[in-house]
C-alpha cells in the first residue's frame, strides 16, 4: 500500500537532496546541470516549497517525479 503523503509534511529540498544521495550525485554535479551555484543547490536542500519551473528542471535532470509528491497529497 502506497505511503500517504499529507501537503503539511512535504520539505521537497529535502526529498530532493536524498534523491541526489540516492544516485550517489554530489551537489557539485547538480548544480553544473542546472547552471546554479552550488550555494544556490544548498539553499534549495532547505526548501520547504520551491518555484514550480526549477522544480520541473530539477525533476527532469534527476530522473525523477517529484510533482507526484503533491499530486499524492491532493488525493486525501
Same mark, same amino acid.
Given at each position: 500500500?502506497? #505511503?500517504? +503523503?499529507?501537503?503539511? /509534511? +512535504? /520539505?521537497?529540498? *529535502?526529498? +530532493?537532496?536524498?534523491?541526489?544521495? #540516492? ?21 534549495? !536542500?532547505?526548501?520547504?516549497?520551491? &518555484? ?5 528542471? +530539477? *525533476?527532469?535532470?534527476? #530522473?525523477? &517525479?517529484? !510533482? *507526484? =509528491? =503533491? *499530486? ?5
Amino acid at each position: 500500500m502506497p #505511503k500517504i +503523503i499529507k501537503m503539511e /509534511h +512535504i /520539505h521537497i529540498g *529535502s526529498l +530532493i537532496r536524498c534523491e541526489l544521495r #540516492k544516485q550517489n550525485r554530489s551537489n557539485r554535479w547538480l548544480s553544473e546541470q542546472l547552471s546554479l551555484n552550488p550555494r544556490t543547490i544548498n539553499k534549495i !536542500f532547505l526548501k520547504r516549497d520551491i &518555484d514550480t519551473n526549477q522544480l520541473y528542471r +530539477i *525533476s527532469k535532470v534527476l #530522473k525523477t &517525479d517529484f !510533482f *507526484s =509528491y =503533491y *499530486s499524492q497529497a491532493l488525493q486525501l
